[in-house]
T-cell receptor
């Protein structure tokens, strides 16, 4: 079945560092990728939606200059957390809608990236 | 936008008993309702889903019901086992899952042996 590969799975870095997270769709084309953030003991909240070939759509309250999203190809979407600070520490996870014509399939989630900023 | 509420936030049951988690949604355009189980540090795992053209769906010990008129849907787990202990999220989406998924607030289920 369709798989979304997300890397890295775990990042620890110093405050002020920029961190890039990649999500790749394996064996299918993902023209859209959803990026979620999950703080400890909370639900998953949508941050933004990336679309191949166009600008990402950000949810209210999400800083687009801080969370840079690039959907470079039909199989790759990236999220860059720029100048990360401790409050950005969270679990970031991407998901792709099912391939066109596969309406009975659920969305496909990556394994998530646990980001810890010291 | 869509708003999904979920209750209870925590639930403890004895092994073998049933567990019920309830959710409501606000957007009448939502037509796809997945349920996810999330273990600590891992991605959500789809356990069952239901679409708006059916009122009930069952898969072994798990069942979901949907009341479109009231915008309610529920998860029922029968004969609970310790390995059912996890956080469960309900969710709603439109266009059969092609759109973003809005998650409920989560229910931490503890099954006591």
């Amino acid at each position: 079945g369709a798989v979304v590969s997300q890397h890295p799975s775990w990042v620890i870095c110093k405050s002020g560092t920029s961190v890039k997270i990649e999500c790749r769709s394996l064996d299918f084309q993902a023209t859209t990728m959803f990026w979620y953030r999950q703080f400890p003991k909370q639900s998953l909240m949508l941050m933004a939606t990336s679309n191949e070939g166009s600008k990402a759509t950000y949810e209210q309250g999400v800083e687009k200059d801080k969370f840079l999203i690039n959907h470079a190809s039909l199989t790759l979407s990236t999220l860059t957390v720029t100048s990360a600070h401790p409050e950005d520490s969270s679990f970031y996870i991407c998901s792709a809608p099912p391939p066109t014509g596969s309406s009975n399939q659920p969305q496909h989630f990556g394994d998530g990236t646990r980001l810890s900023i010291l | 936008g869509e708003n999904v509420e979920q209750h209870p936030s925590t639930l403890s049951v004895q092994e073998g008993d049933s567990a019920v988690i309830k959710c409501t949604y606000s957007d009448s355009a939502s037509n796809y309702f997945p349920w996810y189980k999330q273990e600590l540090g891992k991605r959500p795992q789809l356990i069952i889903d239901i679409r708006s053209n059916v009122g009930e769906k069952k898969d072994q010990r798990i069942a979901v019901t949907l009341n479109k008129t009231a915008k309610h849907f529920s998860l029922h787990i029968t004969e609970t086992q310790p390995e059912d202990s996890a956080v469960y999220f309900c969710a709603a989406s439109s266009r059969g899952g092609y759109q973003k998924v809005t998650f409920g607030t989560g229910t931490k289920l503890q099954v006591i042996p």
